[in-house]
Protein backbone atom coordinates (compact mmCIF):
# COMPACT_ATOMS: atom_id res chain seq x y z
CA UNK A 1 0.00 0.00 0.00
CA UNK A 2 1.29 3.33 -1.09
CA UNK A 3 -0.74 6.36 0.68
CA UNK A 4 -0.01 9.08 -1.01
CA UNK A 5 0.24 12.67 0.45
CA UNK A 6 0.61 15.03 -1.91
CA UNK A 7 -1.55 14.21 -5.67
CA UNK A 8 -1.06 17.14 -8.91
CA UNK A 9 -3.69 17.48 -11.17
CA UNK A 10 -2.77 17.69 -14.76
CA UNK A 11 -6.00 19.51 -16.00
CA UNK A 12 -8.00 22.51 -14.76
CA UNK A 13 -12.08 23.73 -14.70
CA UNK A 14 -14.14 21.48 -12.90
CA UNK A 15 -12.76 18.00 -12.88
CA UNK A 16 -9.40 19.56 -11.49
CA UNK A 17 -11.67 20.80 -8.48
CA UNK A 18 -13.74 17.38 -8.57
CA UNK A 19 -10.12 15.84 -7.85
CA UNK A 20 -8.92 18.08 -5.19
CA UNK A 21 -12.47 17.77 -3.11
CA UNK A 22 -12.47 13.78 -3.50
CA UNK A 23 -7.79 14.44 -2.29
CA UNK A 24 -9.03 16.24 0.83
CA UNK A 25 -12.11 14.59 1.90
CA UNK A 26 -9.09 11.64 1.86
CA UNK A 27 -6.68 14.01 3.86
CA UNK A 28 -4.32 14.62 1.13
CA UNK A 29 -2.71 17.58 -0.12
CA UNK A 30 -3.37 18.52 -3.82
CA UNK A 31 -1.46 20.51 -6.35
CA UNK A 32 -2.63 22.47 -9.30
CA UNK A 33 -1.04 23.22 -12.08
CA UNK A 34 -2.56 26.45 -14.29
CA UNK A 35 -1.56 28.36 -17.59
CA UNK A 36 -1.23 31.99 -17.94
CA UNK A 37 -4.40 32.40 -19.08
CA UNK A 38 -5.34 30.37 -15.82
CA UNK A 39 -4.11 32.18 -13.52
CA UNK A 40 -7.28 33.73 -12.15
CA UNK A 41 -9.14 30.33 -12.53
CA UNK A 42 -11.19 29.57 -9.84
CA UNK A 43 -9.75 26.08 -9.57
CA UNK A 44 -6.53 27.20 -8.99
CA UNK A 45 -7.39 28.36 -5.25
CA UNK A 46 -9.33 25.42 -5.06
CA UNK A 47 -5.93 23.79 -4.38
CA UNK A 48 -2.87 23.21 -1.68
CA UNK A 49 -0.72 24.72 -4.07
CA UNK A 50 -0.35 25.84 -7.45
CA UNK A 51 2.75 26.59 -9.65
CA UNK A 52 2.34 28.06 -13.54
CA UNK A 53 3.19 25.87 -16.10
CA UNK A 54 4.37 26.74 -19.70
CA UNK A 55 5.23 30.09 -19.87
CA UNK A 56 5.74 30.12 -23.28
CA UNK A 57 3.60 28.15 -24.62
CA UNK A 58 -0.39 28.22 -25.81
CA UNK A 59 -2.67 27.51 -23.12
CA UNK A 60 -3.93 24.57 -24.26
CA UNK A 61 0.15 23.05 -24.90
CA UNK A 62 0.81 24.40 -21.42
CA UNK A 63 -1.31 21.33 -20.09
CA UNK A 64 0.16 18.92 -22.77
CA UNK A 65 3.65 19.38 -21.74
CA UNK A 66 4.59 16.25 -20.43
CA UNK A 67 8.10 16.79 -19.40
CA UNK A 68 7.72 20.02 -17.37
CA UNK A 69 4.24 18.76 -15.74
CA UNK A 70 6.56 15.66 -14.48
CA UNK A 71 9.64 17.61 -13.49
CA UNK A 72 7.45 19.98 -11.22
CA UNK A 73 5.80 17.12 -9.53
CA UNK A 74 9.16 15.76 -9.05
CA UNK A 75 10.08 19.03 -7.55
CA UNK A 76 7.64 19.11 -5.15
CA UNK A 77 7.38 15.71 -3.90
CA UNK A 78 4.02 14.74 -5.77
CA UNK A 79 3.42 10.93 -5.34
CA UNK A 80 0.54 10.74 -7.81
CA UNK A 81 -0.64 12.59 -11.25
CA UNK A 82 -4.63 12.50 -11.65
CA UNK A 83 -5.36 13.62 -15.64
CA UNK A 84 -9.03 14.12 -15.09
CA UNK A 85 -10.47 14.20 -18.90
CA UNK A 86 -9.15 15.33 -21.95
CA UNK A 87 -5.84 16.82 -22.15
CA UNK A 88 -3.39 14.21 -21.07
CA UNK A 89 -5.89 11.42 -20.24
CA UNK A 90 -5.54 9.21 -22.42
CA UNK A 91 -2.19 9.90 -23.83
CA UNK A 92 0.10 6.51 -23.09
CA UNK A 93 3.24 8.09 -23.49
CA UNK A 94 2.61 10.35 -20.23
CA UNK A 95 0.87 7.44 -18.38
CA UNK A 96 4.63 6.16 -19.12
CA UNK A 97 6.94 8.60 -18.24
CA UNK A 98 4.99 9.03 -14.72
CA UNK A 99 5.55 5.46 -14.29
CA UNK A 100 9.40 5.59 -15.07
CA UNK A 101 10.07 9.10 -12.56
CA UNK A 102 8.26 6.97 -9.60
CA UNK A 103 5.04 8.73 -9.85
CA UNK A 104 1.84 6.99 -9.73
CA UNK A 105 -0.82 7.90 -12.83
CA UNK A 106 -3.93 7.64 -11.15
CA UNK A 107 -5.30 5.58 -13.97
CA UNK A 108 -4.83 2.26 -15.50
CA UNK A 109 -1.14 0.99 -16.99
CA UNK A 110 0.32 2.79 -20.15
CA UNK A 111 0.00 -0.66 -21.90
CA UNK A 112 -3.89 -0.84 -21.69
CA UNK A 113 -4.49 3.10 -22.35
CA UNK A 114 -2.11 2.11 -25.84
CA UNK A 115 -4.44 -0.96 -26.65
CA UNK A 116 -7.71 0.96 -25.94
CA UNK A 117 -7.05 4.46 -27.12
CA UNK A 118 -6.98 2.66 -30.55
CA UNK A 119 -10.77 2.38 -31.86
CA UNK A 120 -9.88 -0.61 -33.94
CA UNK A 121 -7.67 -2.53 -31.58
CA UNK A 122 -10.58 -2.60 -28.71
CA UNK A 123 -13.13 -3.54 -31.31
CA UNK A 124 -11.05 -6.80 -31.92
CA UNK A 125 -11.01 -7.03 -28.28
CA UNK A 126 -14.47 -7.09 -27.99
CA UNK A 127 -15.12 -9.23 -30.66
CA UNK A 128 -12.36 -11.77 -29.13
CA UNK A 129 -14.20 -12.10 -25.68
CA UNK A 130 -17.40 -12.40 -27.54
CA UNK A 131 -18.82 -8.61 -27.17
CA UNK A 132 -21.30 -7.27 -30.35
CA UNK A 133 -19.48 -4.45 -32.68
CA UNK A 134 -20.56 -2.78 -34.97
CA UNK A 135 -19.93 -4.35 -38.75
CA UNK A 136 -16.57 -2.70 -39.94
CA UNK A 137 -13.66 -3.65 -41.35
CA UNK A 138 -10.57 -4.55 -38.89
CA UNK A 139 -7.85 -2.77 -39.84
CA UNK A 140 -7.33 0.76 -41.05
CA UNK A 141 -8.51 1.31 -44.47
CA UNK A 142 -5.56 2.27 -46.76
CA UNK A 143 -7.21 3.39 -50.46
CA UNK A 144 -10.90 4.40 -51.45
CA UNK A 145 -11.41 1.05 -53.27
CA UNK A 146 -11.03 -0.38 -49.70
CA UNK A 147 -14.13 1.63 -48.21
CA UNK A 148 -16.17 1.32 -51.58
CA UNK A 149 -15.83 -2.49 -51.04
CA UNK A 150 -16.73 -2.47 -47.22
CA UNK A 151 -19.81 -0.02 -48.04
CA UNK A 152 -21.05 -2.08 -50.77
CA UNK A 153 -20.93 -5.37 -49.06
CA UNK A 154 -22.72 -3.60 -46.03
CA UNK A 155 -24.91 -1.04 -47.88
CA UNK A 156 -25.06 2.82 -46.59
CA UNK A 157 -25.03 4.99 -44.82
CA UNK A 158 -21.33 4.30 -43.75
CA UNK A 159 -19.28 6.48 -40.89
CA UNK A 160 -15.70 7.02 -40.93
CA UNK A 161 -14.28 7.38 -38.26
CA UNK A 162 -10.37 8.22 -36.60
CA UNK A 163 -8.58 5.45 -34.97
CA UNK A 164 -7.63 7.94 -32.18
CA UNK A 165 -10.27 10.02 -32.60
CA UNK A 166 -11.86 11.48 -29.69
CA UNK A 167 -14.48 13.81 -28.20
CA UNK A 168 -16.92 13.36 -30.79
CA UNK A 169 -14.24 14.71 -33.35
CA UNK A 170 -13.00 12.69 -36.71
CA UNK A 171 -16.50 11.38 -37.67
CA UNK A 172 -18.12 11.28 -40.73
CA UNK A 173 -21.22 10.33 -42.19
CA UNK A 174 -21.18 8.54 -45.45
CA UNK A 175 -24.62 8.62 -47.59
CA UNK A 176 -23.44 7.24 -50.85
CA UNK A 177 -20.41 6.17 -52.73
CA UNK A 178 -19.84 10.06 -54.07
CA UNK A 179 -19.88 11.22 -50.61
CA UNK A 180 -17.57 8.39 -49.50
CA UNK A 181 -15.19 9.52 -52.52
CA UNK A 182 -14.80 12.81 -51.79
CA UNK A 183 -14.90 12.52 -47.54
CA UNK A 184 -12.35 9.61 -47.28
CA UNK A 185 -8.95 12.15 -48.16
CA UNK A 186 -10.32 14.85 -45.95
CA UNK A 187 -11.03 12.42 -43.20
CA UNK A 188 -7.23 10.90 -43.50
CA UNK A 189 -6.10 14.78 -43.43
CA UNK A 190 -8.34 15.53 -40.64
CA UNK A 191 -7.23 12.48 -38.67
CA UNK A 192 -3.83 13.36 -38.90
CA UNK A 193 -4.47 17.44 -38.18
CA UNK A 194 -5.97 16.63 -34.93
CA UNK A 195 -5.37 12.84 -33.44
CA UNK A 196 -1.39 12.76 -35.30
CA UNK A 197 -1.87 9.11 -36.71
CA UNK A 198 -4.08 8.95 -39.95
CA UNK A 199 -5.57 5.42 -39.31
CA UNK A 200 -9.22 5.94 -40.02
CA UNK A 201 -11.42 2.90 -40.28
CA UNK A 202 -14.97 2.41 -41.73
CA UNK A 203 -18.12 0.96 -40.18
CA UNK A 204 -22.00 0.63 -40.45
CA UNK A 205 -23.32 3.88 -39.76
CA UNK A 206 -26.30 2.92 -37.48
CA UNK A 207 -29.56 4.81 -37.57
CA UNK A 208 -31.26 6.59 -34.70
CA UNK A 209 -28.84 4.85 -31.93
CA UNK A 210 -28.94 5.56 -28.32
CA UNK A 211 -25.83 5.61 -26.45
CA UNK A 212 -25.95 3.63 -23.89
CA UNK A 213 -22.24 3.44 -21.10
CA UNK A 214 -21.34 1.37 -18.48
CA UNK A 215 -19.53 2.30 -15.70
CA UNK A 216 -16.73 -0.26 -14.64
CA UNK A 217 -14.46 0.22 -11.48
CA UNK A 218 -11.53 -2.52 -11.27
CA UNK A 219 -8.63 -2.75 -8.79
CA UNK A 220 -5.09 -3.83 -9.00
CA UNK A 221 -5.89 -7.46 -7.91
CA UNK A 222 -7.94 -8.52 -10.76
CA UNK A 223 -11.78 -7.25 -9.24
CA UNK A 224 -13.73 -5.62 -11.84
CA UNK A 225 -17.53 -4.38 -10.61
CA UNK A 226 -20.00 -2.42 -12.64
CA UNK A 227 -21.90 0.89 -11.62
CA UNK A 228 -24.20 0.17 -14.31
CA UNK A 229 -25.40 1.96 -17.05
CA UNK A 230 -25.84 6.29 -18.43
CA UNK A 231 -28.27 7.00 -21.14
CA UNK A 232 -25.83 9.24 -23.35
CA UNK A 233 -28.11 9.81 -26.06
CA UNK A 234 -28.49 13.79 -25.74
CA UNK A 235 -25.83 14.84 -28.11
CA UNK A 236 -25.12 17.54 -30.37
CA UNK A 237 -22.32 16.62 -32.87
CA UNK A 238 -21.59 13.40 -31.21
CA UNK A 239 -21.09 15.07 -27.95
CA UNK A 240 -23.05 14.80 -24.75
CA UNK A 241 -25.14 17.36 -23.18
CA UNK A 242 -27.86 15.44 -20.78
CA UNK A 243 -26.89 11.87 -19.34
CA UNK A 244 -28.63 10.21 -16.97
CA UNK A 245 -29.28 6.76 -15.09
CA UNK A 246 -30.90 4.43 -14.97
CA UNK A 247 -31.94 3.95 -19.07
CA UNK A 248 -35.39 3.90 -19.46
CA UNK A 249 -34.96 2.62 -22.50
CA UNK A 250 -33.92 -0.81 -21.21
CA UNK A 251 -35.72 -3.78 -19.82
CA UNK A 252 -33.69 -5.15 -16.96
CA UNK A 253 -32.83 -8.09 -19.40
CA UNK A 254 -31.43 -5.76 -21.95
CA UNK A 255 -29.42 -3.61 -18.84
CA UNK A 256 -28.43 -7.12 -17.73
CA UNK A 257 -26.71 -7.74 -20.98
CA UNK A 258 -24.76 -4.79 -21.50
CA UNK A 259 -23.77 -4.09 -18.57
CA UNK A 260 -22.36 -8.29 -18.30
CA UNK A 261 -20.75 -7.30 -21.83
CA UNK A 262 -18.92 -4.46 -20.19
CA UNK A 263 -17.64 -6.30 -17.28
CA UNK A 264 -16.68 -9.22 -19.78
CA UNK A 265 -14.49 -7.00 -21.76
CA UNK A 266 -13.28 -5.10 -18.50
CA UNK A 267 -12.27 -8.56 -17.10
CA UNK A 268 -10.63 -9.89 -20.03
CA UNK A 269 -8.09 -6.71 -19.92
CA UNK A 270 -7.77 -7.32 -16.60
CA UNK A 271 -9.06 -3.16 -16.15
CA UNK A 272 -7.68 -1.45 -13.46
CA UNK A 273 -9.36 2.22 -12.48
CA UNK A 274 -12.62 3.72 -13.54
CA UNK A 275 -13.49 3.10 -17.09
CA UNK A 276 -16.39 3.63 -18.78
CA UNK A 277 -17.55 0.78 -21.97
CA UNK A 278 -19.58 2.77 -24.46
CA UNK A 279 -22.17 1.08 -26.64
CA UNK A 280 -24.66 1.67 -29.16
CA UNK A 281 -28.20 0.54 -28.88
CA UNK A 282 -29.88 -0.13 -32.04
CA UNK A 283 -33.77 0.10 -33.12
CA UNK A 284 -34.44 -3.67 -32.12
CA UNK A 285 -32.74 -3.40 -28.85
CA UNK A 286 -29.42 -4.29 -29.94
CA UNK A 287 -26.00 -3.39 -28.72
CA UNK A 288 -23.13 -3.03 -30.00
CA UNK A 289 -19.64 -1.62 -27.97
CA UNK A 290 -18.36 1.20 -29.62
CA UNK A 291 -15.36 2.20 -27.48
CA UNK A 292 -13.83 1.93 -23.81
CA UNK A 293 -12.69 5.22 -22.34
CA UNK A 294 -9.86 4.44 -19.69
CA UNK A 295 -10.62 7.57 -17.47
CA UNK A 296 -13.06 9.63 -15.42
CA UNK A 297 -16.05 10.94 -17.98
CA UNK A 298 -17.49 14.11 -17.45
CA UNK A 299 -20.98 12.22 -16.66
CA UNK A 300 -19.40 10.30 -13.43
CA UNK A 301 -21.82 11.82 -11.10
CA UNK A 302 -25.28 10.29 -12.20
CA UNK A 303 -23.82 6.95 -11.44
CA UNK A 304 -22.11 8.46 -8.03
CA UNK A 305 -25.67 9.73 -7.13
CA UNK A 306 -27.42 6.53 -7.53
CA UNK A 307 -24.47 3.71 -6.63
CA UNK A 308 -23.48 6.45 -3.72
CA UNK A 309 -20.02 5.25 -4.55
CA UNK A 310 -17.48 8.19 -4.99
CA UNK A 311 -15.86 7.08 -8.41
CA UNK A 312 -13.00 9.79 -8.07
CA UNK A 313 -12.34 8.73 -4.43
CA UNK A 314 -12.37 5.09 -5.81
CA UNK A 315 -9.83 5.93 -8.24
CA UNK A 316 -7.25 7.64 -6.35
CA UNK A 317 -7.78 4.52 -3.22
CA UNK A 318 -7.48 2.13 -5.93
CA UNK A 319 -3.84 3.81 -7.45
CA UNK A 320 -2.44 3.57 -3.74
CA UNK A 321 -3.23 -0.19 -4.14
CA UNK A 322 -6.61 -0.86 -1.89
CA UNK A 323 -8.84 -3.45 -2.83
CA UNK A 324 -12.94 -3.20 -4.07
CA UNK A 325 -13.26 -4.96 -1.25
CA UNK A 326 -11.37 -2.79 1.43
CA UNK A 327 -13.07 -0.95 4.26
CA UNK A 328 -12.43 2.47 2.54
CA UNK A 329 -13.39 1.43 -1.09
CA UNK A 330 -15.96 -1.07 0.55
CA UNK A 331 -17.43 -2.57 -2.99
CA UNK A 332 -17.35 -6.45 -1.37
CA UNK A 333 -19.55 -7.86 -4.52
CA UNK A 334 -21.08 -6.51 -7.51
CA UNK A 335 -24.26 -7.81 -5.10
CA UNK A 336 -23.12 -4.67 -3.05
CA UNK A 337 -24.06 -2.21 -6.15
CA UNK A 338 -27.57 -1.44 -5.70
CA UNK A 339 -28.44 1.62 -7.52
CA UNK A 340 -31.60 4.04 -5.95
CA UNK A 341 -33.81 6.18 -7.38
CA UNK A 342 -32.84 8.15 -10.80
CA UNK A 343 -30.54 11.30 -11.43
CA UNK A 344 -29.86 13.52 -14.45
CA UNK A 345 -26.55 15.27 -15.40
CA UNK A 346 -27.09 18.82 -17.05
CA UNK A 347 -24.16 20.22 -18.85
CA UNK A 348 -24.36 24.24 -18.51
CA UNK A 349 -22.28 26.08 -21.32
CA UNK A 350 -21.27 29.51 -22.24
CA UNK A 351 -22.67 28.93 -25.59
CA UNK A 352 -25.22 30.70 -27.50
CA UNK A 353 -27.66 28.11 -28.77
CA UNK A 354 -29.26 30.63 -30.78
CA UNK A 355 -26.29 31.20 -32.58
CA UNK A 356 -25.44 27.62 -33.98
CA UNK A 357 -24.04 26.86 -29.89
CA UNK A 358 -21.10 29.41 -30.69
CA UNK A 359 -19.10 29.92 -27.62
CA UNK A 360 -19.57 33.42 -25.68
CA UNK A 361 -16.80 34.73 -23.79
CA UNK A 362 -16.66 37.90 -21.42
CA UNK A 363 -16.97 38.36 -17.45
CA UNK A 364 -19.51 37.18 -15.66
CA UNK A 365 -21.41 39.91 -14.09
CA UNK A 366 -23.85 38.02 -11.98
CA UNK A 367 -23.17 34.16 -11.36
CA UNK A 368 -26.23 32.65 -8.57
CA UNK A 369 -25.98 29.46 -8.42
CA UNK A 370 -28.86 26.74 -7.44
CA UNK A 371 -29.19 24.24 -4.44
CA UNK A 372 -31.64 22.20 -2.22
CA UNK A 373 -32.49 18.53 -1.86
CA UNK A 374 -31.27 16.39 -4.74
CA UNK A 375 -29.30 18.89 -7.05
CA UNK A 376 -25.16 19.15 -7.04
CA UNK A 377 -23.27 21.18 -8.81
CA UNK A 378 -19.90 20.93 -10.28
CA UNK A 379 -18.70 24.04 -11.09
CA UNK A 380 -15.64 25.53 -13.02
CA UNK A 381 -14.80 28.98 -12.84
CA UNK A 382 -18.11 30.60 -12.36
CA UNK A 383 -18.38 33.14 -10.16
CA UNK A 384 -19.33 36.67 -10.13
CA UNK A 385 -16.13 38.64 -12.03
CA UNK A 386 -14.62 35.78 -13.17
CA UNK A 387 -13.23 36.11 -16.45
CA UNK A 388 -14.84 33.54 -19.64
CA UNK A 389 -11.82 33.33 -21.67
CA UNK A 390 -12.14 31.88 -25.32
CA UNK A 391 -8.97 29.64 -24.87
CA UNK A 392 -10.51 26.23 -23.20
CA UNK A 393 -14.30 23.97 -23.89
CA UNK A 394 -17.15 25.88 -22.72
CA UNK A 395 -18.15 23.91 -19.64
CA UNK A 396 -19.46 26.36 -17.16
CA UNK A 397 -21.04 24.30 -14.22
CA UNK A 398 -23.00 20.51 -14.48
CA UNK A 399 -25.93 20.24 -12.72
CA UNK A 400 -26.69 16.92 -11.31
CA UNK A 401 -30.37 15.91 -9.90
CA UNK A 402 -31.51 12.81 -7.89
CA UNK A 403 -34.60 11.76 -6.83
CA UNK A 404 -36.19 8.27 -6.35
CA UNK A 405 -38.71 8.56 -9.78
CA UNK A 406 -37.42 10.12 -13.11
CA UNK A 407 -40.19 12.63 -13.54
CA UNK A 408 -39.16 14.07 -10.18
CA UNK A 409 -35.42 14.15 -11.39
CA UNK A 410 -36.35 15.84 -14.09
CA UNK A 411 -38.30 18.33 -11.98
CA UNK A 412 -35.43 19.04 -10.04
CA UNK A 413 -33.16 19.60 -12.96
CA UNK A 414 -35.88 22.10 -14.72
CA UNK A 415 -36.43 23.87 -10.99
CA UNK A 416 -32.38 23.94 -10.48
CA UNK A 417 -31.72 25.09 -13.88
CA UNK A 418 -34.51 27.75 -13.76
CA UNK A 419 -32.90 29.05 -10.33
CA UNK A 420 -29.13 29.72 -11.97
CA UNK A 421 -28.70 33.15 -12.72
CA UNK A 422 -25.78 34.07 -14.98
CA UNK A 423 -25.15 37.22 -16.60
CA UNK A 424 -22.73 38.77 -18.72
CA UNK A 425 -22.25 35.60 -21.15
CA UNK A 426 -24.33 33.40 -22.97
CA UNK A 427 -25.37 30.62 -21.40
CA UNK A 428 -27.24 26.92 -23.21
CA UNK A 429 -29.78 27.12 -19.81
CA UNK A 430 -32.74 27.96 -21.44
CA UNK A 431 -32.51 24.97 -24.25
CA UNK A 432 -31.93 22.27 -21.44
CA UNK A 433 -35.06 23.40 -20.00
CA UNK A 434 -36.64 23.00 -23.56
CA UNK A 435 -35.14 19.59 -23.83
CA UNK A 436 -36.16 18.18 -20.13
CA UNK A 437 -39.83 19.64 -20.78
CA UNK A 438 -39.71 17.58 -23.88
CA UNK A 439 -42.20 14.73 -23.98
CA UNK A 440 -39.57 12.56 -25.80
CA UNK A 441 -37.04 13.48 -23.04
CA UNK A 442 -39.83 12.77 -20.48
CA UNK A 443 -40.28 9.20 -22.04
CA UNK A 444 -36.32 8.72 -22.03
CA UNK A 445 -36.52 7.59 -25.74
CA UNK A 446 -34.43 10.05 -27.09
CA UNK A 447 -31.72 8.91 -29.67
CA UNK A 448 -28.70 10.72 -30.82
CA UNK A 449 -30.31 12.70 -33.84
CA UNK A 450 -32.95 14.22 -30.83
CA UNK A 451 -31.54 17.38 -30.89
CA UNK A 452 -30.99 17.86 -34.88
CA UNK A 453 -34.26 16.35 -35.10
CA UNK A 454 -36.84 19.12 -33.35
CA UNK A 455 -36.04 22.51 -33.91
CA UNK A 456 -38.65 23.86 -31.68
CA UNK A 457 -35.87 22.90 -28.81
CA UNK A 458 -34.40 26.38 -30.22
CA UNK A 459 -37.60 28.72 -29.38
P1 LIG B 1 -15.76 9.76 -29.42
O1 LIG B 1 -14.63 8.89 -28.96
O2 LIG B 1 -15.29 10.89 -30.29
O3 LIG B 1 -16.65 10.19 -28.31
P2 LIG B 1 -17.52 7.56 -30.14
O4 LIG B 1 -17.00 6.43 -30.93
O5 LIG B 1 -17.67 7.36 -28.66
O6 LIG B 1 -16.62 8.86 -30.41
O7 LIG B 1 -18.92 8.02 -30.73
C1 LIG B 1 -19.55 9.20 -30.30
C2 LIG B 1 -20.96 9.28 -30.86
O8 LIG B 1 -20.92 9.24 -32.28
C3 LIG B 1 -21.87 8.15 -30.47
O9 LIG B 1 -22.46 8.34 -29.21
C4 LIG B 1 -22.89 8.20 -31.59
O10 LIG B 1 -23.81 9.26 -31.40
C5 LIG B 1 -22.04 8.54 -32.79
N1 LIG B 1 -21.61 7.30 -33.49
C6 LIG B 1 -20.40 6.71 -33.41
N2 LIG B 1 -20.35 5.59 -34.18
C7 LIG B 1 -21.56 5.48 -34.78
C8 LIG B 1 -22.16 4.55 -35.67
N3 LIG B 1 -21.49 3.51 -36.17
N4 LIG B 1 -23.44 4.74 -36.04
C9 LIG B 1 -24.15 5.79 -35.57
N5 LIG B 1 -23.65 6.72 -34.74
C10 LIG B 1 -22.37 6.58 -34.33
Redesign the pocket.
Known amino acids: MKKFKRVLVANRGEIAIRVFRACKELGIRTVAIYSKEDKNSLFRTKADESYLIGKNKGPIEAYLNIDEIISLALNKGVDAIHPGYGFLSENAEFARKCEEAGIEFIGPSYQMIEELGD?IKSKLLAQNVGVPT?PGVEKPIKSEEEALEFARKCGYPV?L?AAA???????RIVKDEKDLLTQFKSAKNEAKKAFGIDDIFI?????K?K?IEVQILGDKYGNVVHLYERD??I?RR??KVIEFTPALCLTQVQREAICNDALKLAKAVNYRGAGTV?F?LDKDGNHYF??M?PRIQVEHTVSEMVTGIDIVQSQILIAQGYSLDSKEIGIKSQQDIQPRGYSIQCRVTTEDPLNNFAPDTGIIDIYRTSSGFGIRLDGGNGFTGSVISPYYDSLLVKVTSWARTFEDAVRKSVRAIGELKIRGVKTNTAFLINVLNHETFLKGQCD?NFIENNPELFD
Do not use: A, D, V, W
Open positions: KIIKGGGGRGMEKYLEPHCSQHQELIENT
